[in-house]
């Protein structure tokens, strides 16, 4: 299985990007996507997640509101769009697969390299 995460890039506070992750390699549809972020000297944190049988999703609570999940099917991918970005949300940001609808990292089994995010106030 192999993740390819895409999108990141400098944006001011209050504006917006949209991250893609597109996963290779999976025999089954019964798995979850999820986003985590770290951001430098701080431990990886969960962003959202969907269930890609049922389109369940979950979401930090620190984004909320702001940040959206989705997926396409026929492409394997990902989406996360990011509205209404603050400096605090500056972080490489991952995407990760699991079994489970989980927010903890040791959850996922397999992870992209990361893209950076970086929110200039």
């Known amino acids: 299985v192999q993740l390819q995460a895409s999108g990141g890039g400098l944006v001011q506070a209050g504006g917006s990007l949209r991250l893609s992750c597109t996963a290779s390699?999976?025999?089954?549809?019964?798995?979850?996507m999820g986003w985590f972020r770290q951001a430098p000297g701080k431990e990886r944190e969960f962003v959202a997640a969907i269930k890609w049988s049922d389109h369940s999703t979950n979401y930090a609570d620190l984004v909320k509101g702001r940040f959206t999940i989705s997926r396409d099917n026929i492409q394997s991918t990902v989406y996360l769009q990011m509205n209404r970005l603050e400096p605090a949300d500056t972080a490489v940001y991952y995407c990760?697969?699991?079994?489970?609808?989980?927010?903890?990292?040791?959850?996922?089994?397999?992870w992209g390299q990361g893209t950076l995010v970086t929110v200039s106030s």
């Open positions: 390699g999976l025999i089954f549809n019964n798995y979850v």
């Open positions: 990760a697969i699991s079994i489970v609808l989980s927010n903890t990292p040791h959850a996922y089994n397999y």
